[in-house]
Structure formats: C-alpha cells, structure tokens
C-alpha cells in the first residue's frame, strides 16, 4: 500500500490503531490530535520504524474550519504532502441526558464528531478531484444507526456521518473517489474509560460474541476496506460483534 493517508484523532484508540496498522502495510501517513501530542509522537516514531514517512500534527482542534486549513491543509502542502486517504476518526462522547446538557456542550460534540469530517473533506477533496483518485472514511458508531439512550448528541453527530457519507460517495463517485463509513460497536479504548468493571461486564454480557472489539481489530478493519475495489462506496460498514 504506496500510499499517503491521514487519519485524525490519531494519537491514542482505534485512530493510533490505525496508523500503525496502516504504516505495518506500508503507508506513509499523517496523525492529527489536538492535545496529546506525547503520545502522538510516540505513534509517529513506531510508524518510522517499518520504514515509512510520517508526520505528527498536534494543537489543532479539527472541529473548527479554519484551525484545520492553516494548522493541517496549508501545513502538509507546504511540505509537498499530497492525501491519497483520509481517516475521519476524531471523535468525543457525551454521556448524560439531553435535558441536562448544555448548548455549548452540544455544539462542542457536533462540532468535533460531524463538522470535522466536513472540515477535512471539504479541504482535500479538490485536490482529489483533480488527481482522479482518493478514498474516504469517515469513523462511525452504531449509536448513529439505532441511536443510544443518554447519548443523543453523540448518536445524532454519527447519525450525521452516516448520511453525509451516502450522499458523499453519490457526489463523488464520477470522479473516481470512494466514501465509505464504518460503524464500530463496543470498542475496548479510553473512550469507554468512563464505564465501571460491572457496567464493562454487563455490555460485554449483551454482545453475542462475548466481549468488546480491540483497537487493532477495528484498525485492521479500517486498512482492508482501504484496499477494497472501487465498487464498494457509499457504505456503512457494521462490526459490532452482533450487537445491534
């Protein structure tokens, strides 16, 4: 796999998993994060280390327009980096009822789950466009196809995903890219950290396989429909271990 992906959200879970499952199979690729930047360059390194070109970009809050052309698009032009891939993965959650969140609490998780796939796409699109290739996926939950009790923010924000990519993948098809999401179940990353030892067991009990996905499965998952013929767009690809 000769190729450049970026992949944001990229220093710890399923976006780490993913960078270095990515740079194994010989991909160059470029991590974001906004503030793990110690543990995105301790990713960064490791991808060298199977002899590809990678680069860390930390400080820069995806869910905001502007951050993400000077701090990722400008940036990574500047250095002649041109995306064959992009990996949508940034993403926070919410738990708690909706009456007690707060507007800013709602716009924050909007804005870092569904406006940063726009943010991201609308900038390296044309240079897709104009290469005639490229491919897109957008990371995201089953909550945004059956929606999650406590979570609705974070179940509408993947609900969001899921119909921007189909209408995405329409849009672009002519043009030789393909767009794809994938939406993960129960996944063991420090996204779920929140969760007791008996609310850990207790999910684990509802899923038919018996237990949570890991990191690298997600990510493995993640690389191989990078590597899927160009029939297969406009897709939400489902690994939940049953659940749903």
């Known amino acids: 796999m000769s190729k450049t992906v970026l992949i944001t959200g990229a220093s710890r879970g399923i976006g780490r998993a993913a960078l270095t499952e990515l740079s194994r199979r010989g ?16 990713a960064i390194e490791e991808a060298r280390a199977f002899g590809v070109r990678a680069l860390g970009i930390s400080g820069v ?10 701090g990722i698009y400008d940036y990574m032009h500047s250095k002649g980096i ?43 699109i044309p240079d897709m466009i ?18 999650a009790s406590f979570e609705v923010a974070y179940s509408a924000a993947k609900g969001g995903i899921n119909s921007f990519t189909k209408a995405l993948a329409k849009e672009l098809a002519p043009a030789g890219i393909q767009v794809n999401a994938i939406a993960f179940g129960a996944i063991d990353t420090e996204m779920n950290n929140h969760l007791s030892q008996e609310e850990k067991t207790m999910l684990e009990e509802e899923i038919p396989v018996g237990r949570m996905g890991t990191a690298q499965e997600a990510a493995k998952l993640i690389a ?15 690994m939940d271990g049953g659940w749903t």
């Not at 709602?106 to 406006?115: F, K």
């Not at 290739?133 to 957008?138: C, F, M, P, T, Y």
């Not at 191989?224 to 897709?235: A, C, K, R, S, V």
């Open 224 to 238: 191989d429909t990078i590597e899927m013929p160009g029939y297969l767009t406009g897709q939400i690809i489902t």
């Open 82 to 124: 041109n995306v064959d891939c992009i990996i949508n993965n940034a993403g926070i959650s919410h738990a708690g009822l909706l009456q007690d969140m707060s507007p800013d609490e709602w716009s924050n998780i909007i804005a870092v789950n569904l406006s940063s796939v726009f943010n991201i796409c609308r900038l390296f």
């Open 61 to 70: 809050n995806v869910g905001n327009y502007e951050q993400c052309k000077a």
């Open 130 to 147: 104009k290469a005639g290739r490229g491919k897109i996926i957008n990371i995201s939950s089953v909550w945004g196809n059956v929606g």
């Open 27 to 42: 991909c160059n690729v470029a991590g974001v994060c906004l503030n793990s930047s110690e543990k995105l360059n301790e």
